[in-house]
């Protein structure tokens, strides 16, 4: 059986210290210890995406990142990404009226905002490609390419 390890993770700017076997899945690290409940589990896979939290600004499956691989680089939850909502992809989800059940918009709001970050100008193919890596059962798609662009633009 693997040893509890201490470890201390750099989320949304602050130190947080943890005691957890190092193979536990970061996802279970931010929602179960840390009371982070934004970022969702949905597949446990890294297939749907509603766990993308980003790890030094790239997008990452939390569900399948170990917390032993995350070391001392930056974490970034939903939570983090803008306090009072006013990040240009969170703006722009509410101005599409992206969301529907809501459950992957977390996730997708991630990665729309790491997407963004590399390539603030990306082409709709570009987007298309970035964002089909997830699922949305409410097929919300048409409306996040749109939010996407949206934000590319400025809001």
Known sequence: MT????????INGAAQTV?????TPLLWVLRETLKLTGTKYGCGAAQCGSCVVHIEGRAAYSCQTPVSEVGNRPITTIEGLSP?????????????????????QSGQIMRAAALLKQNPRPTREDIIAEMQLHLCRCGSYRRVVAAVERAARGG
Not at 84 to 104: K, L, M
């Open 84 to 104: 009072d909502s006013t990040h240009p992809v969170q703006r722009a989800w509410i101005a599409e009226q992206v969301p529907q059940c809501g459950y992957c």
């Open 3 to 10: 040893q509890m390890v201490t470890a201390t993770l750099l």
């Open 19 to 23: 005691r957890v076997h190092p193979d």
